[in-house]
Nanobody, 129 residues
Framework: QVHLVESGGGSVQAGGSLRLSCVASIFNYKRFCMGWFRQSPGNKREGVTYITPDGVTKYTDSVKGRFTISQDSAKNTHDLQMDRLKPEDTAMYYC???????????????????????WGQGTQVTVSS
């Protein structure tokens, strides 16, 4: 059974920082791209960032220069450092482990598929103005 567990969400004022962490109990961790998605009420789940097993990163345009994803393959963890947060970053953030093909497809806008790969339960991030 695969589990992804997020931590680190919370409330912060605009301009502040938060760090999210995801611990994955996945066999053969290096087969997966690891990433973060977010969803706010009334909106579809969208890709925020992901990292490949080789350490290549990709970010959605709205977070470039503010968010940084990192991973520790030895510990099966990946983190999301979020700086200069904005109210529009408010959302539930989900950790994801996907094949790199599925990750890039969803990141490019394909509909969220709960049956694809593995998903965490989510952690709330709230940014007040």
């Amino acid at each position: 059974q695969v589990h992804l567990v997020e931590s680190g969400g919370g409330s912060v004022q605009a301009g502040g920082s938060l760090r999210l962490s995801c611990v994955a109990s996945i066999f053969n961790y290096k087969r997966f791209c690891m990433g973060w998605f977010r969803q706010s009420p009334g909106n579809k789940r969208e890709g925020v960032t992901y990292i490949t097993p080789d350490g290549v990163t990709k970010y959605t345009d709205s977070v470039k220069g503010r968010f940084t994803i990192s991973q520790d393959s030895a510990k099966n963890t990946h983190d999301l450092q979020m700086d200069r947060l904005k109210p529009e970053d408010t959302a539930m953030y989900y950790c994801a482990a996907q094949t790199c093909h599925d990750m890039s497809t969803m990141f490019a806008g394909a509909p969220y598929n709960p049956q694809s790969g593995y998903w965490g339960q989510g952690t709330q991030v709230t940014v007040s103005s």
